[in-house]
């Protein structure tokens, strides 16, 4: 079995796991948790793309699709964590602006889930120069989430 499968399967049973009860954190130090370690998969991953279409690694459709798959389900997990009370201190890099403006952080998150959702679809296609527009979507909406609400 591929490397990158076997993180898969294993990244899914975790997301199983925790799914039924990340919006029901004990504390808001283990949604700091969840939400920390949900944003450093998904960034890891998104490197390893990044790192392709860049020409620093190679590229392998397979892997390439498996990594945006992992992005796209991953987008949908951070958001309940991020709006359980208290989560704006402590150990966090997020700033208060999320309690302040949800509507615009839904905005984003909606806008994330889709963008991955869509590099997930054209990375199965095959066309790096799709591929390519679709990841700077996806690093758009990254960067305009990290510009406002991120320290």
Known sequence: ?????????LVLIAVFVFSAAYAQFAKPENAIRYRKAVMTLMAQHFSRMGA?????????KDEFSANADLVAKLATLPWDAIMEPGTDKGDTTMTSAVFDKP?????IAESLEADTAMLASTAKSGDLNAIK???????????ACHKQFRK
Not at 1 to 9: E, N, Y
Not at 103 to 107: E, G, P, V
């Open 1 to 9: 079995m591929k490397r990158i499968t076997r993180i898969t399967i």
């Open 52 to 60: 392709v279409l860049q020409g620093k690694a190679e590229y392998d």
């Open 103 to 107: 509507a615009q952080l839904n905005k």
């Open 133 to 143: 527009a679709q990841f700077g979507k996806v690093a758009q909406n990254c960067g």
